[in-house]
């Protein structure tokens, strides 16, 4: 009988790009929109861009970073590292790779 393996997400952090595009408050301007009905409605208060020197691996690098940090984790215990997009920096090696990488997990599947 195999062994009974439990996944599950305990924690989650986030990183954005530094720039600002556009701020609700823009829109009012702009387009006539209802800024409070943006945010309460959708959750947006603003739309970012990456800038020249920000990556999708380099804002997985920061966020998983923060994440270890806010829970005391040894990189060295991950086992498994998934990261997920569409908008990868380049074909090979995938963002996964690079992430595992820069975090030094040495052990990991990425």
Known sequence: MAPDVVVGIEDIAYAVPEGIIET?????ETHGFDAKFITEKLGIEERRKVGPDETVSGLSVRAARTLLEA???????????AVVT????YCLPHVGA??????GLPTSVA
């Open 24 to 28: 609700n408050e823009a829109l009012i």
């Open 71 to 81: 829970t005391k984790t040894d990189p060295a215990s991950i086992e498994f590292l």
């Open 86 to 89: 569409q908008t990868p920096d």
């Open 98 to 103: 690079i992430v595992q990488q820069e975090l």
